[in-house]
């Protein structure tokens, strides 16, 4: 099982940009994954996730409006669009996978907010 984020990088306050997971080892469609953030200094914590059916979706407070989670099952990917993007959102985002026995965490992408 593997999971391989991108898309990081540096934006500007109120800038846009896309985080992309790539899922090897699992079918998506059957599982939960989401996106985790970890800040300097900080805990890491969900920032959204999406049940393997894609009937239910998660967002934290503090993104709800601004950021949307999607999959794409031919590519077994899972996205994460950020729009509005805010100096407080500038951390290390992982993506999470939850087989219903243990989680798989990908290696982390940084994204960095300047003001």
């Known amino acids: 099982v593997q999971l391989q984020a991108s898309g990081g990088g540096l934006a500007q306050a109120g800038g846009s940009l896309t985080l992309s997971c790539i899922v090897s080892?699992?079918?998506?469609?059957?599982?939960?994954i989401g996106w985790f953030r970890q800040a300097p200094g900080k805990e890491r914590d969900v920032v959204s996730c999406?049940?393997?059916?894609?009937?239910?979706?998660y967002y934290v407070d503090s993104v709800k409006g601004r950021f949307t989670i999607s999959r794409e099952g031919a590519k077994n990917t899972v996205y994460l669009q950020m729009n509005s993007l805010k100096p407080e959102d500038t951390a290390v985002y992982y993506c999470?996978?939850?087989?219903?026995?243990?989680?798989?965490w990908g290696q982390g992408t940084l994204v960095t907010v300047s003001s």
């Open positions: 080892g699992f079918t998506l469609d059957r599982y939960a």
């Open positions: 999406i049940t393997g059916s894609g009937a239910s979706i």
């Open positions: 999470y996978l939850n087989d219903g026995l243990r989680g798989y």
